[in-house]
């Protein structure tokens, strides 16, 4: 198939998102528009400067400059705003059903009221054609006890998440340091995931499965340092949430050309493409999709699989992924016409 047909076969396919900081996707006009509208002061003169300082070295440059973007946050309306915006560019780029990344420490921190963050962005997500759940995620940078805080502050809202994570700074802060609060979200019922693996070693990977019992992995990009790992990895099907642009921008792989996603996907690993923060990195989920058919050698076959992996690794009761599923075999069938 040509680049142009296959780039456009890919645009249009329908998607699962299952990596996405809500924060990572304000956008600097936005950014703008609230610290106006609520009045906070920005190290910033204009959106080309602020945009300019968008040049990351590894993951804490990056996450410098995304805690100070959330410091506009305030009030239930601006997280409904920026849900809203993501959300009408998720359903651009025919994303069926996404799963969204949450730091409430960002904002509680600050003074913002535990009951704005949830319900604003959950109000945006009941007001979406497009399918969302939210997954909130603790800052590994902070303490386990913190956490457990975090946790007590949002049971009163249960029914409006489905899961927990595990972001921020990943070297020095191993999942094994939050091993009891994980234990405690498991018993409430909640679905486990993890960064591991992106900036943090193979061994992060390991912990994050066995001590936090995660049921996908966040990046998880390192873990073909390890081959036993890898076999493991494939052999439970368990999924790597895989974010290219993110994974260039913050040096992970220094070129697209670089990236390892055509290998975790020949070595059978469930693996799922993600946006991240898509304000920081430049892109959506079709931008990050243009990058890696441009840079890898990825076929229609590929796509194909990738498109059913978001759907697969999804948390979604059975019914709602058949049915998914079914749309993903749909779309493809006039292209595979032998099958
Ligand atoms: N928070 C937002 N994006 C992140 C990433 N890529 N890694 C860790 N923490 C994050
Ligand atoms: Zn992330």
Excluded: W
Aim: glycine fraction near 6%.
């Amino acid at each position: 198939m040509m680049n142009q047909q296959l780039r456009a076969v890919v645009r249009g396919m329908p998607k699962a998102e299952l990596h996405i900081h809500i924060e990572g996707s304000l956008e600097p006009e936005l950014i703008f528009a609230l610290a106006e509208r609520n009045g906070v002061a920005l190290a910033y003169e204009s959106v080309e400067q602020l945009r300019s300082a968008y040049a990351f070295t590894d993951l804490q440059s990056f996450l410098d400059i995304y805690y100070a973007g959330a410091s506009v946050l305030l009030k239930e309306q601006d997280f409904y705003d920026m849900t809203r915006a993501y959300l009408a560019r998720a359903e651009a780029d025919n994303v069926l059903h996404t799963e969204i990344f949450f730091d409430p420490q960002t904002h509680t921190a600050r003074g913002v009221a535990m009951a704005d963050v949830i319900n604003g962005i959950y109000r945006a997500c009941q007001d979406s054609p497009v399918s969302a759940t939210l997954i909130l995620c603790f800052l590994r940078h902070l303490s386990e006890e913190d956490a457990f805080a975090t946790l007590e502050q949002a049971l009163p809202y249960r029914d409006k998440f489905i899961g927990i994570g595990l972001d921020s700074s990943e070297v020095g802060n191993p999942p094994e340091k939050f091993s009891r609060v994980f234990a405690r979200c498991r018993e409430l019922g909640l679905h486990l995931v993890a960064h591991a693996g992106e900036e943090g070693p193979p061994a992060y990977i390991r912990t994050a499965l066995d001590d936090l019992k995660v049921e996908r992995i966040d990046h998880g990009v390192r873990c073909l340092e390890d081959a036993e790992l890898t076999a493991r990895l494939a052999r439970e099907q368990i999924a790597l949430t895989v974010c290219p642009l993110s994974n260039t921008k913050l040096r992970v792989f220094d070129q697209m050309h670089d990236h390892n996603l055509a290998e975790l996907l020949a070595a059978g690993l469930l693996v799922t493409v993600n946006s991240d923060d898509p304000a920081y990195f430049g892109g959506y989920m079709n931008d990050n999709y243009d990058a890696i058919f441009e840079a890898l050698p990825l076929e229609l076959d590929h796509a194909r699989q990738l498109s059913r992996n978001g759907f697969v690794a999804a948390f979604l009761p059975q019914a709602q992924k058949d049915a998914l599923l079914a749309r993903v075999d749909a779309y493809f069938a006039p292209h595979f016409p032998t099958n």
